[in-house]
């Protein structure tokens, strides 16, 4: 009974997991419609947590392109030069955090003329009593510093001269960096809660499945297989099913995203936007299938060990 | 190859199902173990493929010490001894062929020689034909034989069987006699459980008689082994 070299020892492991692998994509092959049913409820388990992850990347998304909604208005003092309300943007354009752009009295006049339907009576303010106006439009690094960057601008602007207020949303803005960091949070509880849910499916899935083949493992237990060999067969399930249930979790990702692409696209442009609905990308995607399948492998490793233990204690295994 | 020293059975609940086994098989030798239901002798096989650990005494196979070794080379030990069971043990959703397989891949040999080696396991039972069926499709002596198969597919050195016979007619009985002889003549050690006497007293092997899970004879074989 010597025991041949590590090579040969290596290769004959090789070819037990080639042969696992194999024998359990048969036995899930075999058990159809149970191993579908297992896999639908783990895309759904992980399209919930994942969906909301692509919704909140796509709002950032949508912060980003809506630059306006960041946009600080400084009105200038009635009476300002339209040379100084022209320096005063060229300084503000300089800085690196934001752009600028002037608009004049009559320019202004136009704007509301046509978005308002005063025209007529508008025509009767023979001086025109708007100031000159510079729309500040802060260009943060990261989305996330928008509102740092609002702050330091307006503190900035408010120390100029000949300005004569300056008017931003800032409360708006907290809010939705706020909403933001909340939905972000979401997303992790609920990745964390959705991948106990998966762990656990897939440790009864295999519990299951080990029960129902006790007479299997006792058969290869008598016939030589160590624990390694019998474990085998019901990771790569566990395997099989996580990565089917991650997949499944895109898929069901994007049939609901091209549901929802064309009543949203309708709904922004009365908004007057156009936007690009993201899903999840290239390596996201790699992402969610590496871990979909780690945790089925988990699960499994945790059923089949338990199980195991309890049928070598109560003497199941090997009975003849 | 296999020897018993003073070996000892107690369940717990203090049933003694074996006192005081002494015997040796060396290698090559054939015996039948015979006795009633509840002698002792599934247990005497059980300590031999290290499913139960002796009480007292000391079990040898193939000169080591099976109450030495740790419950995990046990997987090691059952490899190297092929057994047969009353009750076949086939996988019902594997096909004959990837049946008497089993073995080999628990050992990692390449899919070519496990081909090779499994239709030549099925050949010297005659059921190559068969190779693709599923167990139940099978008569019941067709199953014992593919569990035969099994056994043999790895050419271990020693052979277990018990009660190989059991719900077969005679006539199977005594060919698949035979065929543990042919492969006893081949050089493997095999020990047959069994209570039917009339075959084996036919076979002219050597005996051993337990009762009450004592060794109560050990009868050798006749001169020449008998007739078939």
Redesign the interface.
């Known amino acids: 009974m010597k025991r041949p070299g590590i090579r040969l020892r290596f290769r004959a492991w090789l070819r037990r997991q080639l042969y696992s692998f194999f024998s359990s994509l048969g036995t899930l092959l075999s058990h159809r419609v149970g191993t579908l049913m297992t896999v639908v409820v783990l895309g759904i388990a992980m399209a919930l947590p994942l969906g909301l992850y692509v919704a909140l990347t796509n709002l950032n998304a949508v912060d980003l392109k809506q630059d306006s909604w960041g946009t600080i208005t400084v009105f200038l003092q009635s009476g300002t030069s339209a040379a100084d309300a022209r320096e005063l943007t060229a300084r503000i354009d300089a800085r690196q955090d934001a752009n600028a752009t002037a608009i004049s009295p009559e320019a202004g006049m136009e704007d509301f003329r046509d978005a308002s339907g005063f025209g007529p009576a508008l025509d009767m303010l023979s001086p025109n009593p708007l100031p000159w106006v510079i729309e500040v439009r802060p260009q943060p690094d990261r989305t996330d510093r928008l509102t740092l960057v609002v702050e330091d601008l307006t503190g900035w602007l408010q120390s100029q001269e000949a300005i004569d207020s300056v008017v931003v949303d800032t409360k708006w803005l907290q809010r939705l960096a706020g909403l933001l960091a909340v939905g972000n949070a979401l997303v992790t509880v609920l990745a964390a809660l959705f991948s106990v849910a998966v762990l656990v499916v897939v440790a009864n899935t295999i519990r299951l499945d080990v029960a129902n083949r006790a007479d299997e493992i006792e058969v290869l237990s008598l016939v030589g297989a160590g624990n390694g060999f019998i474990r085998l067969p019901f990771l790569y399930s566990g395997f099989w099913y996580g990565l089917l249930g991650a997949l499944g979790a895109l898929l069901l990702l994007r049939v609901c995203l091209a549901f929802i692409d064309g009543p949203l696209s309708g709904l922004l442009d009365a908004y007057g936007n156009r936007f690009e609905l993201s899903g999840v990308g290239f390596v996201p995607s790699l992402a969610v299938l590496a871990t979909g399948g780690l945790l089925g492998l988990g699960g499994a490793w945790i059923a089949v060990a338990r199980y195991l233990r309890a049928l070598r204690r109560d003497g199941l295994l090997g009975r003849i | 190859m296999i020897r018993f020293e003073h070996v000892s059975k107690r369940y717990p609940g203090g049933i003694n199902a074996l006192t005081d086994i002494n015997f040796e098989l060396v290698q090559g030798e054939m015996a039948f173990l015979t006795g009633h239901s509840g002698a002792g002798k599934?247990t005497l096989?059980?300590l031999i493929?290290m499913?139960e650990q002796a009480t007292r005494g000391q079990v040898l196979v193939?000169g080591?010490n099976l109450s030495r070794l740790s419950m995990?080379t046990a997987?090691?030990?059952?490899?190297?001894?092929g057994?047969i069971?009353q009750d076949h043990?086939?996988?019902r959703?594997k096909t004959v062929f990837d049946n008497v397989a089993?073995?080999l891949?628990?050992?990692?040999?390449?899919?070519a020689d496990i081909r090779k080696r499994v239709r030549a396991a099925l050949d010297k039972v005659g059921l190559l034909q068969r190779e693709r069926a599923w167990p139940l499709a099978l008569s019941g002596g067709e199953q014992q034989r593919v569990g035969i198969a099994?056994a043999i597919v790895g050419m271990p050195p020693v052979l277990l069987a018990?009660e190989p016979t059991g719900n077969l007619d005679p006539e199977l009985s005594a060919s698949l006699f035979q065929l543990f002889r042919e492969l006893n003549s081949l050089g493997v050690t095999v020990l047959i459980a069994s209570h039917d006497l009339a075959l084996i007293r036919r076979m002219g092997q050597r005996v051993l008689v337990l009762s009450g899970g004592s060794l109560i004879d050990d009868i050798p074989a006749l001169e020449g082994g008998g007739a078939a």
């Open positions: 599934s096989l059980r493929l499913l193939e080591r995990r997987p090691r030990i059952r490899q190297r001894i057994m069971f043990k086939l996988l959703d089993l073995p891949m628990i050992a990692g040999l390449r899919y099994r018990d």
